[in-house]
C-alpha cells in the first residue's frame, strides 16, 4: 500500500523537527511551564478546587491539549507552506507517491511532533506538581487521534495557503478563540448559560476534556463520545487533505 518513497518522506518530516528541537519542542515546554506556575499558583489559591481536583491539575490536561494541537498543526502547516516556497513541493509531485501518500506522510510527521510535545509537557506537570495519569491507554488514545486530526487540518491549510499570514491567521482566528472556550481554565458550569451553550459546540471542549478525563478521572463530557468526535474529525480532516493533495488542488500549475 506504501512505497518506499513514502517512508523516506516520512522520515524526512520527523528528522525536519528533531534537528530544529530548540524551535520546535523547547517553546511549547517553556511556556507550558509558565501556565503551569503561573496560573496554577496565582489563579489555583483564589479558586481552590474544581471538581475535587486542584485547579493546578485541573489545566494541565488543556495545557497539553493546546500544545498537542498547535504543534501538530503547525509542522504540517509550515512544512508545506516551505516547501512551497522553495519550490521542493514541485519535485516532490513528480515523483510516483500518490496523493494519499504525501498527505498521510506530512500528517504523521505532525503527528509524531505533536505526541512528543504532549508527553513532554505531561512529565514536565508530573516534575512540577503532583499531577498522575488516571489511565495511560485512554490518554496515548486521544493524544495520537488529536494530533493526527490537527496535522491533517496543517496539510489543508498547507495546501490552501498562499503567504505565510496565511498560516498564523488558523492560531489567530480560530484556534486561540476556540481554546478560549474550550474549557482550559475553567469547567463550563462556571460560565454564564450562552456561553455554556456555545462551548458545548465547540470540538476543543470535547477533545480536552476526554484528555481530562484520561488523565484525573473527571470531565465535563462522556470520554466516549469525545473520542468519537476526536475520530471523527481526524477522519474527516484526512480524506480532505488527500483529496486537495490527489486533484492538486493550489499546487499543480
Not at 516551505?82 to 515523483?95: E, G, R, S, Y
Not at 458545548?200 to 473527571?218: D, E, F, S
Request: with cysteine; charged share 10%.
Amino acid at each position: 500500500m506504501f512505497s518506499s518513497g513514502f517512508f523516506v518522506l516520512v522520515q524526512r518530516e520527523v528528522l525536519r523537527f528533531l534537528r530544529l528541537w530548540k524551535q520546535t519542542l523547547m517553546p511549547g515546554l517553556i511556556s507550558s511551564a509558565l501556565y503551569i506556575l503561573v496560573f496554577g499558583h496565582a489563579l489555583g489559591a483564589r479558586i481552590g478546587q474544581i471538581k475535587d481536583i486542584s485547579y493546578m491539575n485541573y489545566i494541565i490536561p488543556g495545557l497539553v491539549m493546546m500544545s498537542v494541537i498547535n504543534h501538530a498543526y503547525q509542522n504540517s502547516s509550515s512544512s508545506l507552506m516551505q516547501a512551497k516556497f522553495l519550490k521542493f513541493l514541485d519535485d516532490l509531485l513528480i515523483t510516483p507517491l500518490s496523493g494519499f501518500e504525501i498527505s498521510v506522510a506530512y500528517i504523521i510527521g505532525a503527528t509524531c511532533r505533536g505526541l512528543i510535545n504532549g508527553i513532554m509537557v505531561i512529565l514536565l506537570s508530573m516534575v512540577l506538581t503532583d499531577f498522575t495519569i488516571d489511565n495511560v491507554f485512554l490518554t496515548c488514545l486521544y493524544l495520537i487521534t488529536v494530533s493526527w486530526a490537527f496535522g491533517a487540518m496543517g496539510v489543508i491549510v498547507g495546501v490552501y495557503a498562499k503567504t505565510w499570514d496565511h498560516i498564523g491567521m488558523f492560531t489567530t482566528f480560530v484556534f486561540m478563540p476556540l481554546s478560549m472556550l474550550g474549557g482550559v481554565f475553567w469547567s463550563i458550569e462556571m460560565l454564564p448559560e450562552f456561553w455554556r451553550n456555545i462551548s458545548m459546540v465547540n470540538p476543543l471542549y470535547w477533545m480536552i476534556n476526554g484528555l481530562r478525563y484520561a488523565t484525573l478521572g473527571v470531565g465535563d463530557t462522556s470520554p466516549e463520545i469525545s473520542l468519537i468526535i476526536s475520530i471523527v474529525f481526524a477522519i474527516t480532516f484526512s480524506t480532505i487533505a488527500s483529496i486537495m493533495f490527489s486533484k492538486g488542488y493550489r499546487i499543480k500549475a
